[in-house]
Nanobody, 128 residues
Framework: QVQLVESGGGSVQSGGSLRLSCVAS????????MGWFRQVPGKEREGVAG????????SYSDSVKGRFTISLDSAKNTMYLQMNSLKPEDTAMYYC?????????????????????WGQGTQVTVSS
């Protein structure tokens, strides 16, 4: 049974930092596509960052490039999203997503349709 469990959300002031974690289980973590998405009520889900767990190749949306960093700890089957220089517009529910048995070296896709499994989400609130 595939499980993705996010943690690390919270409230922070503009300019602050947070680190989100996603612990994965139930699938072969080492050859997967994984990513972070966010959604604000009434708006479309946005792909924030993606990574191939096999090659480590990553990609970012233009809105977070240079501020967010996606990373892996393969020993812990955990993916992270380090978020720096947070802005009020980063406020959203953040979701971890995965697509097992995928290998790639090109920039990972940031479309939700490319991912199969989703976590329950963790809320990030940035105040001005």
């Amino acid at each position: 049974q595939v499980q993705l469990v996010e943690s690390g959300g919270g409230s922070v002031q503009s300019g602050g930092s947070l680190r989100l974690s996603c612990v994965a289980s139930g699938f072969l973590y080492s050859t997967s596509l994984m990513g972070w998405f966010r959604q604000v009520p009434g708006k479309e889900r946005e792909g924030v960052a993606g990574i191939w767990t096999g090659s480590g190749t990553s990609s970012y949306s233009d809105s977070v490039k240079g501020r967010f960093t996606i990373s892996l700890d393969s020993a812990k089957n955990t993916m992270y999203l380090q978020m720096n220089s947070l802005k009020p517009e980063d406020t959203a529910m953040y979701y971890c997503a995965a697509a097992p048995r995928r290998i790639g070296f090109h920039p990972p896709p940031l479309s939700g349709s490319d991912y199969t499994y989703w976590g329950q989400g963790t809320q990030v609130t940035v105040s001005s």
